[in-house]
């Protein structure tokens, strides 16, 4: 990955982190809790690819795992993210644009059922049944419409910021340099032009110096 790329998504995803355990895990709302790093990790891949998209999600989702108030085994949100991440850059168009709001936010309603799915399965398979005493459904559902309202005011700048980040200015500079350099190029090569140019003047006067010369000399004669 690039450095920008690595920089632009690790500031995006503490800033989405804090966001959401500071302020959306104190809302108390029923069912779900808005989950601002998973869109943020959904932003990030449908413009970056499902490679980036999958180590994005693995850094998130460790990142998550991690931070207190953590009350799951280590390791278990990070590989959903990774999951989602890859998926989630599956649907990254060839140019990197996306031509209308619907494909974004059907890939954030399948990333918020698919995320809450496999943080469940994998909860059942070291013993957490935790989602079965709240209900798998309700789950689903709000999880499912707080993704979806959270997301027309986090996804589209998300992306802008990320494509805005792919126009690396070490490149733009390099491509100066390059100008620069084709500049100075053109400059002597016009010197080299204008020299033979003035080269050729002086041969054109001498000739017609000597031959003013010669025809004189037939007049004098």
Avoid at 76 to 101: E, F, H, Q, T
Avoid at 170 to 180: H, I, N, P, Q, Y
Avoid at 207 to 218: L, W
């Amino acid at each position: 990955m690039k450095f920008n790329r690595i920089l632009l998504s690790v500031t995006l995803v503490v800033v989405a982190l804090v966001v959401q355990v500071s302020v959306l895990a104190r809302l108390q709302l029923p069912g779900a809790v808005p989950d601002l790093v998973l869109l943020t990790v959904v932003g990030l891949a449908l413009v970056y690819g499902p490679v980036s998209g999958s180590l994005i999600g693995f850094g998130a989702g460790l990142l998550a795992d991690l931070a207190p108030p953590a009350d799951h085994a280590a390791g278990r949100y990070a590989l959903v993210l990774c999951v989602i991440g890859y998926l989630a850059g599956l649907a990254r168009p060839d140019n990197g644009r996306l031509k209308s709001a619907t494909g974004p936010m059907a890939v954030v309603v399948a990333a918020a059922i698919g995320s809450t799915l496999l943080y469940a399965g994998v909860g059942a398979l070291v013993g957490d049944t935790a989602a079965r005493h709240v209900g798998l459904g309700s789950l689903l559902f709000t999880a499912a419409v707080y993704d979806l309202l959270l997301a027309p005011f986090t996804v589209p700048l998300i992306m802008a910021l990320a494509r805005r980040a792919e126009n690396d200015p070490l490149a733009e500079s390099a491509g100066g340099g390059a100008d620069v350099a084709s500049g100075w190029l053109s400059s002597g090569t016009g010197l080299r032009i204008g020299s033979q140019r003035s080269g050729l003047r002086v041969k054109a006067a001498r000739n017609r110096a000597s031959r003013a010369g010669r025809i004189k000399g037939v007049k004098r004669l």
